[in-house]
């Protein structure tokens, strides 16, 4: 059974920080192409940003510059730091593989940006 549980959401003020945390049980996250999404309210859940195996990283427009995302093998763990944080970042984001999410959905963490 492959588990994903995203941590690390919270409440920021625009310009603000936060880095998301996805601990990954029954996937060896080094093997595949890993992707962080996220679904404001209203709108479908879009895919922001994912690492390959080899490690290589893209980003959606929006948050080019601003987001990183990478991998911490010995705890198969895949991270999303966001920095310069806006208002429309105001999501519950969530991991899984990609570009098709190949596992069921963990429960997400809310990320509200706002002043």
């Known amino acids: 059974q492959v588990q994903l549980v995203e941590s690390g959401g919270g409440f920021m003020q625009p310009g603000g920080s936060l880095r998301l945390s996805c601990a990954a049980s029954g996937i060896i996250v080094r093997l595949y192409t890993m992707g962080w999404y996220r679904q404001a309210p209203g709108k479908e859940r879009e895919l922001v940003a994912h690492i390959t195996s080899r490690g290589s990283t893209n980003y959606v427009d929006s948050v080019k510059g601003r987001f990183t995302i990478s991998r911490d093998n010995a705890k198969n763990t895949v991270y999303l730091q966001m920095n310069s944080l806006k208002p429309e970042d105001t999501a519950v984001y969530y991991c899984?593989?990609?570009?098709?999410?190949?596992?069921?959905w963990g429960q997400g963490t809310q990320v509200t940006v706002s002043s």
């Open positions: 899984n593989t990609a570009p098709g999410a190949g596992v069921s």
